[in-house]
Structure formats: C-alpha cells, structure tokens
C-alpha cells in the first residue's frame, strides 16, 4: 500500500456534546500537497481508509 496523504497536524481529543471523543486532523496529499482537514473517532482508521481511497475528501469546484 502506497502512502498517499501524511497527518501534518491533530487537536484532540475534543469531547462532543454526547460525551464521545474526536480529533481533529489536517493531513496532506503526497502527490501535490493539498490540505484536508476532518473530524473522526479513530484517526488511524480513517487515515488508512483515505490511504486506500475508501474516504471521501471534498474538493473545490475548480478541481472537479
């Protein structure tokens, strides 16, 4: 499996009004360094689901 985004930054965690934890991230792409920045409950979980492709990132219009 190839490396395709690298966490630059994380806050957390930060307790949501249920009392769950989150953390904040901002990871960049590899190929281009763009920015994305989430919100999830097992970051290592939803950094392999965005290395593997199975998690959406929003783009800007301009990138569609």
Not at 11 to 34: F, N
Not at 36 to 58: F, M, P, V
């Amino acid at each position: 499996d190839r490396i395709k985004w690298i966490i630059i930054g994380k806050i957390g965690p930060i307790v949501d009004k249920w009392g769950q934890l989150h953390e904040l991230y901002i990871h960049r792409k590899v190929a281009d360094s763009t920015l994305y920045t989430g919100w999830t409950n097992d970051l290592d979980k939803r950094i392999k689901a965005h290395n593997s492709g199975k998690a959406q990132s929003i783009q800007r219009p301009e990138d569609q």
